[in-house]
């Protein structure tokens, strides 16, 4: 879901994107997919780059969310597909947000403290083998350390449980919120 504060929606003047106080209590609407006002919302200042904005902006993980939970609900997941074979890294940094490691590969790993560089960059190296990425999964990240108390302060966690309530659990299965978090 293409989404902006809809308190926003008549004076755009810009995102604080590190203002996580900003996210409490906010309310999202859904642009339409024509819209021609993408450039008025976080998104527009994502970058490609593990340092980048997004890093620690709440706004763009919340907006990147909503965009996940709207193409789930209008089943176009085949938006996010990026091929049908692994992609190799070619030992380029990338982020580890969810990543599995076959355990014999576990037992020789060595973190030195950057985890994410020593994971796709260093040990791929050291092995001879490359870091590749499973373009047919989807997996979606909640939040990192910086990102979280404006996240928390959407109803995204909501959503997420809505739908799985709806759409996966069996109904002796249902999730309910976690204490302290909504």
């Known amino acids: 879901m ?5 308190h926003l929606a008549d004076r755009y003047t810009g995102w604080n994107l ?6 409490i ?10 819209s021609r ?9 994502g970058t490609y780059d593990p340092f980048g904005p997004a890093w620690t902006s709440w706004a763009l993980a919340a ?5 996940l939970l709207a193409n789930l609900e209008d089943h176009t997941l085949d938006r996010y597909s990026i091929g049908d074979r692994p992609w190799n ?30 994971l796709t960059e260093a040990m791929p190296k050291k092995l001879g083998k490359p870091f590749l990425l499973e373009t047919r999964a989807l997996v979606s990240h909640f939040s990192f350390g910086p990102q979280s108390k404006g996240i928390l302060g959407t109803d995204l966690l909501g959503r997420y449980r809505g739908f799985a309530n709806e759409m996966v659990c069996e109904s002796g299965n249902q999730k309910f919120p976690w204490t302290g978090f909504e």
């Not at 293409?2 to 809809?6: A, D, I, V």
């Not at 209590?25 to 024509?34: A, N, Q, V």
């Not at 006002?37 to 200042?45: E, S």
């Not at 907006?63 to 965009?67: E, R």
């Open 63 to 67: 907006q990147q969310h909503y965009s």
């Open 2 to 6: 293409l989404s902006y504060p809809t």
């Open 89 to 118: 890294m070619q030992y380029g940094r990338y982020s580890i947000n969810f990543v599995a490691i076959k355990g014999s590969t576990v037992q020789i790993l060595e973190i030195h403290g950057d985890d994410e560089s020593d």
């Open 25 to 34: 209590g906010l309310e999202w609407s859904r642009l339409e997919r024509t």
């Open 18 to 23: 590190s203002t996580q106080a900003d996210a």
């Open 37 to 45: 006002n993408l450039h008025k919302t976080p998104i527009a200042l």
